[in-house]
């Protein structure tokens, strides 16, 4: 099993977006799927559709993309022994990838209270203890400490006007990919000269235990 973490889907951010809303909201902590902390903050573009909220329900709705960014197209490369090879000598290295990637969240506050709920949520960014979420579900996130201030956009529908407020952040993500990269055995060589044709023929095996600094086997030509 690999040690490496496993690269962030859209379901993996949302929900831990979610809880973390949940929490700096002040709403207890949701114990079912059906719990009403789930209907306060809900996550965008759900398969079934969005169920609409009254005009004074506080309800957030959230979601994650990822976006374009520079950081994105650098990437660092090495190799490393392959823990899972448990082979003697070894028959394979990992080839592992690492490099940036850039999460975008995207929160919309509805009800009278959905200013301060954004502001709420801008400032607990600042703050330890939702690092400390993220970390304790093991997600690779770390806010980018740039994030506009939210935004009060107000909309007219079915005669009367809806508080609405908007505030988005963005986060990298550390990504480890890995390739497993098979290795030889061994590798035969052959010696050859114009006039005499062959002249060697051996085998260098790769070092393992009981081997040293490699075993040779055939001729002893240049002996």
Not at 139 to 156: G, H, M
């Amino acid at each position: 099993m690999s040690t490496y973490p496993v690269p962030l889907v859209p379901n993996n951010v949302q929900s831990a977006m979610q809880l973390a809303s949940i929490s700096v909201l002040g709403l207890p902590a949701p114990t079912s799927e059906k719990d009403p902390a789930y209907s306060a903050v809900r996550v965008g573009w759900q398969q079934l559709g969005q169920p609409s909220q009254f005009i004074n329900n506080d309800v957030a709705y959230l979601r994650c993309i990822t976006v374009d960014d520079s950081v994105n197209r650098q990437r660092d490369q090495q190799t490393v022994s392959n823990p899972a090879d448990m082979n003697d000598p070894p028959q394979s290295d990992l080839q592992v990838w690492t490099y940036m990637r850039v999460w975008q969240t995207f929160w919309e506050f509805y009800g009278p209270n959905g200013f301060d709920h954004a502001r709420a949520i801008h400032s607990a960014l600042f703050t330890q203890s939702i690092h400390d979420t993220f970390a304790a579900l093991n997600l690779n996130l770390y806010w980018i400490p740039d994030s506009s201030c939210p935004r009060r956009v107000p909309y007219y529908e079915d005669g009367q006007w809806w508080e609405r407020v908007d505030f988005e952040a963005r986060f990298n993500e550390l990504v480890t990919e890995t390739t497993v990269i098979p290795l030889a055995a061994s590798v035969e060589i052959q010696l050859y000269e114009s006039q005499a044709g062959e002249v060697d023929d051996f085998v260098v095996v790769m070092p393992g235990e009981g081997y040293g600094e490699g075993e040779y086997g055939g001729g002893g030509y240049g002996s």
